[in-house]
């Protein structure tokens, strides 16, 4: 196995020398959950998945913002409960984006957040809601497990993993199947009345499990990854009240205090327009990439750019079946690259950092480029001016321990959680 930390390498095999390298054994560990999906398919299957999925994520799409105001509001709920003690925002966030995504995508939300704490149940109508939720997290916990695993992937199943596919998969085909019930006139109203990914979908494909893999694979790779840079955003804002006050002074003079006619201001274009709200969201990324190791495997021997030679700048052959690993989160805290306070969260460097190319990935890059990178940014910039309007006192109230101790499954996560205390 060869690791790398080199932006020309990384452009070598996303996208110059894209067709000499595959995604390995991907297929294998993810595909007892998701199937044959854009996440586990190569060469043409994938080429085809992503043709198929990429209009769903154009403009009009991700501006649908005020889609998650609901949802904010039972985080919200939930955050005054805590009445100003100490609050875990990761797992709020996971909760909030597991609802979010599954009313974008199935067009029912599992309601995750209405709990007892806030005085809510769990509505009766969302079928395999609970055993969905419970589903997922087993299966992620598994297929990290089997990823790591590699070529021993198969040693890590049994029957916990199998009756969480099973559950998980249930929960999808039911809303599958009601989709391809509806008539097309049916279709067509809903679609007016909100936007559904599966409702789309349907107008493409009308295969149940095509459209069950591909919902499930958006599903895995969009949910976790924005609870995890949501999480890390507010970890370092309530460390920097600095920086907090310069951002709750972007909103409140774009966005006002959070009125209704406020809310109705936040839109995919008018948070493009707002630099230290993208600042905040870019430095995040830099620093806690939510993938922070990818890889790829040589498909025929061939060479990378750098790395060979006795001074490692000269080009390195790179045998078939070769796994390349390749360090995203050492590169973004390189200081050839962000100068020389790579590991300080300042969000200022990016007003004039210059062109960075290879050398910032968050979502990848070459024809793979995550498809729903604009989507994330967007959702993510709508709940950051949002809890800044909500919750203007922000503090931290994780341990001294700086940086701060992450877990790495697939995705990165803070191992303490995003404690903080917060009031209005």
Sequence with gaps: MFMTTDP????AMLATQFNDFSIGRRYQILSPVIGDSIFTLDGEGWKHSRAMLRPQFVREQVGHVQALEPHLQLLAKHIRSYKGETVDLQQLFTKFTLDTATEFLFGQSVHTLYDERIGMKTPDDVPYAKDFTDGLFITQKYTSERGYAQQFYWLIDGKEFRTAIANVHKFARFYVDRALNFSQAEL???SQESYTFLYELVQQTR???VLQDQLLAIM???????SSLLSFIFYELSRNPGI???LKKEVYENFGSGTEKDIAKITFESLKKCNYVKWVINETLRMYPTVPVN?????KDTSLPKGGGEDGK????IPRGTTVG???YSTQRNKEYYGEDPDVFRPERWADIGKLGWAYLPFLGGPRTCIGQQFALTEAGYILVRIAQLFPNLKSKNSVHYPPKKTLNVIFNLFEGCLVEMGE
């Design 8 to 11: 020309e390498n990384f452009k």
């Design 188 to 190: 067509e109203k809903k």
């Design 207 to 209: 295969d149940p499990k």
């Design 220 to 226: 895995l790779a969009g949910r976790d990854t924005t």
């Design 244 to 246: 907090w006050e310069k």
């Design 295 to 299: 890889l790829r495997v040589s498909n």
């Design 314 to 317: 000269s080009p390195i052959f």
């Design 326 to 328: 390749f360090r995203v």
